[in-house]
């Protein structure tokens, strides 16, 4: 793409950054002229690898397999070595080492029924959230939904600290946010995710921008005031002087564009404006422990903590002799912990950190010979860390926040990458796309299309985790009464939804059912309720009134309900016992992540549905439904 005078368009890229750094490479390499204005005495941005090799900023490829940077890194020959685990439970759950009061490893049994509370509670979350954006409630704080559910669960102290301190893993050390400035419709809405498992790179992060970097002109130390797009070229205003190109990719943070820092003329477009406003930028934030030799187990990666109430300290301590081969421990406090933690002195951050180190390793734990720590909502170059959804907000904010102004204007990082914010691959994409756009070369960036949403994958963990649970606490005789009734199941219109699936399939799902009785003449569900889940009649007969558009049906045993109306808003009809009835109930929120996990049934009630819609065309003989 070439301007008026046939050549390639001049770009000043504003950050130097991951995002600055991909689009200003492709764009060099393509013969357009560019120059990256850096605020900075260093380039990376919030990717910041220190001369002790400590990723005080970025750590990890999240989401290993498939992952643009772990492609990048390949073709650059940078080493890199996978931890597993997802982006909230570093290394994994299943292996991390969970200390409780004491300093006591908790036993597997402990270990484990922390994450069942914290799923079950979780659980809740996403149904009413489902239920809220199916609806069109209103939005209200993550912190307004937990605690009405802590109000209803009533805890004990000690299972509520268990499943705070998951919380905080998800939330606060993870989304980098409070739950009171969290949205409970979109907090992590349709955010994908590439492949289990994160990996590490061995020479930290600065590696992949430094590699990036080279060849490129950077001006380091030039902080950006102005960017004036009202006349033929884009003109920034710098402390080091005023800059032109007829192209600009601006990459500040989220937390900068917060902060009007930088000033523009004409104003950004108001939708623009209002999704910087909606939009949350949290902090996670880091104290590293240098010491000359590691005290600790050597072969333990992640260390779980929860000596103390959780929402004052870490939730875990990172070894980087595990990953990198260095005796340094690492505590990550993010949100508002980590924005405290920013303004204590030298003298209270040694005294907290050496307390959570002498917890888990004990008291004769050394001193650390040097304590460094990150303070990101004070960096006047980010204020914060990476993007969040707030009340409010959607991600169709991070979207309105990538459209060019007038094809001279363009935006790149991680607060502009709708498919999934907040990681190293948000912003490289990001760069790679306004590339793209600025270019005109289209194969610079293709949208992610395959990957998984974070909350299905998150939910389908859930589920099967709540499956096994279930498993242990069912008679196989049991189980093997619920598969039975499953397998010979029909809807009332004749339909096997479940013949496909396996035994092993079959197991899952009757794991999951709850047991209910109905005495004779008691409504099951009546007409106009709100439907939320299936009923599995395992014993007796039932009458079902379809409101008088077909005739009512006595069914039993294996009479399947409801199973079809998770795909839109359904309404109940009047199911009565007509005995004494024993019901296999599911609601629709796990029963759809099963069939996430099983898409098989999925595309059979598709079927079923298609097949459905033909037979009713056939009856109006091509007549169309009045509405």
Same mark, same amino acid.
């Given at each position: 793409?070439?301007?008026?005078?046939?050549?390639?368009?001049?770009?000043?890229?504003?950050?130097a950054?991951i995002?600055g750094?991909?689009a200003a490479?492709?764009?060099?390499?393509?013969?357009?002229?560019?120059?990256?204005?850096?605020?900075?005495?260093?380039?990376?941005?919030?990717?910041?690898?220190?001369?002790?090799?400590v990723?005080?900023?970025?750590?990890w490829?999240?989401?290993?397999?498939?992952?643009?940077?772990?492609?990048?890194?390949?073709?650059?020959?940078?080493?890199?070595?996978?931890?597993?685990?997802?982006?909230?439970?570093?290394g994994?759950?299943?292996?991390?080492?969970?200390?409780?009061?004491?300093?006591?490893?908790?036993?597997?049994?402990v270990?484990?029924?922390?994450?069942?509370?914290?799923d #079950?509670?979780?659980?809740?979350?996403?149904?009413r959230?489902?239920?809220?954006?199916?609806?069109?409630?209103?939005?209200?704080?993550?912190?307004e939904?937990?605690? /009405?559910?802590?109000?209803?669960?009533?805890?004990?102290? !000690?299972?509520?600290?268990?499943?705070?301190?998951?919380?905080?893993m998800?939330?606060?050390?993870?989304?980098?946010?409070?739950?009171?400035?969290?949205?409970?419709?979109?907090?992590?809405?349709?955010?994908?995710?590439?492949?289990?498992g994160?990996?590490i790179?061995?020479?930290?992060?600065?590696?992949?921008?430094?590699?990036?970097?080279?060849?490129?002109?950077?001006?380091?130390?030039?902080?950006?005031?102005?960017?004036?797009?009202?006349?033929?070229?884009?003109?920034?205003?710098?402390?080091?002087?005023?800059?032109?190109?007829?192209?600009?990719?601006?990459?500040?943070p989220l937390?900068?564009?917060?902060?009007?820092?930088?000033?523009?003329?004409?104003?950004?477009? /108001?939708?623009?404006?209002?999704?910087?406003a $909606?939009?949350?930028?949290?902090?996670?934030?880091?104290?590293?422990?240098?010491?000359? !030799?590691?005290?600790? #187990?050597?072969e333990?990666y992640?260390?779980?903590?929860l000596?103390?109430?959780?929402? /004052?300290?870490?939730?875990?301590?990172?070894?980087?002799?595990?990953?990198?081969g260095k005796?340094?421990?690492?505590?990550?406090?993010?949100?508002?912990?980590?924005r405290?933690?920013?303004?204590?002195?030298?003298?209270?951050?040694?005294?907290?950190?050496t307390?959570v180190?002498?917890?888990?390793?004990?008291?004769?734990?050394?001193?650390?010979?040097?304590?460094?720590?990150?303070?990101?909502?004070?960096d006047?170059?980010? $204020?914060?860390?990476?993007t969040?959804?707030?009340?409010?907000? #959607?991600?169709?904010?991070?979207?309105?926040?990538?459209?060019?102004?007038?094809?001279?204007?363009?935006?790149?990082?991680?607060?502009?990458?709708?498919?999934?914010?907040?990681?190293?691959?948000?912003?490289?994409?990001?760069?790679?796309?306004?590339?793209?756009?600025?270019?005109?070369?289209?194969?610079?960036?293709t949208?992610?299309?395959? !990957?998984?949403?974070?909350?299905?994958r998150?939910?389908?963990?859930?589920?099967?985790?709540?499956?096994?649970?279930?498993?242990?606490?069912?008679?196989? $005789?049991?189980?093997?009464?619920?598969?039975?009734?499953?397998?010979?199941?029909?809807?009332?219109?004749?339909?096997?939804?479940?013949?496909?699936?396996?035994?092993?399939?079959?197991?899952?799902?009757a794991?999951?059912?709850?047991e209910?009785?109905?005495?004779?003449?008691e409504?099951?569900?009546?007409?106009?309720d709100?439907?939320?889940?299936i009923?599995?009649?395992?014993?007796?007969?039932?009458?079902?009134?379809?409101?008088?558009?077909?005739d009512?049906v006595?069914?039993?045993?294996?009479?399947?309900?409801?199973?079809?109306?998770?795909?839109?808003?359904a309404?109940?009809?009047?199911?009565?016992?007509?005995?004494?009835?024993?019901?296999?109930?599911?609601?629709?929120?796990?029963?759809?992540?099963?069939?996430?996990?099983?898409?098989?049934?999925?595309?059979?009630?598709?079927?079923?549905?298609?097949?459905?819609?033909?037979?009713?065309?056939?009856?109006?003989?091509?007549?169309a439904?009045?509405?």
């Open positions: 793409m070439t301007d008026e005078s046939g050549h390639l368009p001049s770009v000043l890229v504003i950050g950054g995002a750094l991909a490479r492709a764009l060099h390499d393509r013969g357009h002229p560019v120059t990256i204005l850096e605020a900075r005495d260093r380039i990376g941005g919030r990717i910041w690898t220190d001369h002790h090799g990723d005080l900023g970025a750590h490829i999240h989401g290993t397999d498939g992952n643009p940077i772990t492609d990048l890194v390949e073709t650059l020959e940078i080493p890199y070595s996978y931890i597993g685990g997802d982006s909230s439970y570093t994994g759950f299943d292996n991390l080492d969970l200390f409780g009061a004491g300093g006591q490893i908790t036993g597997k049994a270990k484990d029924r922390t994450l069942q509370l914290a #079950s509670l979780l659980h809740e979350i996403e149904q959230a489902d239920i809220a954006r199916k609806r069109g409630h209103p939005d209200i704080t993550l912190a939904a937990i605690q /009405q559910i802590f109000a209803a669960r009533a805890f004990s102290p !000690e299972d509520e600290q268990a499943v705070r301190y998951h919380l905080n998800i939330l606060r050390d993870d989304v980098a946010e409070d739950a009171d400035k969290l949205s409970l419709k979109f907090w992590e809405d349709g955010y994908l995710v590439y492949g289990y994160d990996s790179l061995h020479h930290g992060y600065q590696s992949v921008v430094d590699a990036l970097a080279s060849g490129l002109d950077i001006k380091l130390g030039h902080v950006v005031s102005h960017i004036s797009s009202d006349g033929g070229l884009v003109r920034v205003t710098t402390n080091g002087g005023v800059f032109e190109a007829s192209k600009v990719l601006v990459t500040l937390g900068v564009l917060k902060a009007n820092t930088v000033t523009f003329e004409p104003d950004l477009p /108001q939708d623009k404006r209002t999704a910087i $909606r939009l949350g930028f949290g902090t996670l934030n880091k104290i590293a422990l240098h010491y000359p !030799e590691p005290f600790w #187990s050597q333990q992640v260390f779980g903590y000596c103390r109430e959780t929402d /004052q300290y870490p939730t875990v301590v990172i070894s980087m002799w595990k990953s990198h005796p340094i421990l690492v505590l990550l406090l993010g949100a508002s912990l980590g405290a933690m920013e303004s204590w002195p030298d003298s209270l951050v040694h005294e907290y950190a307390t180190v002498q917890d888990i390793f004990g008291p004769q734990a050394p001193a650390p010979q040097h304590i460094s720590r990150t303070a990101w909502s004070a006047p170059f980010s $204020r914060g860390s990476y969040c959804i707030g009340v409010n907000a #959607s991600p169709a904010d991070i979207t309105t926040l990538a459209e060019p102004v007038d094809d001279r204007l363009f935006f790149a990082g991680e607060a502009t990458n709708g498919y999934h914010w907040g990681c190293v691959h948000s912003a490289y994409e990001s760069g790679l796309r306004e590339a793209a756009r600025i270019s005109g070369e289209t194969s610079l960036y949208p992610p299309s395959a !990957e998984t949403s974070r909350r299905q998150r939910d389908i963990d859930r589920m099967k985790r709540f499956a096994r649970l279930r498993m242990t606490h069912i008679s196989d $005789r049991d189980l093997k009464e619920r598969v039975a009734c499953l397998r010979d199941s029909a809807d009332p219109y004749g339909v096997s939804l479940f013949a496909p699936l396996v035994d092993a399939e079959l197991e899952t799902l794991s999951m059912f709850d209910l009785s109905f005495a004779p003449g409504a099951i569900c009546r007409e106009d709100v439907a939320h889940g009923y599995l009649i395992s014993a007796g007969d039932v009458n079902v009134d379809f409101g008088g558009i077909y009512s006595t069914m039993a045993r294996g009479a399947l309900l409801g199973a079809h109306d998770l795909f839109f808003n309404r109940t009809t009047t199911v009565t016992a007509l005995s004494d009835v024993e019901v296999y109930y599911l609601d629709h929120y796990r029963y759809r992540t099963f069939l996430y996990a099983f898409p098989d049934v999925m595309m059979l009630m598709m079927a079923d549905l298609v097949t459905r819609w033909e037979r009713l065309e056939s009856a109006l003989n091509g007549r439904i009045s509405t």
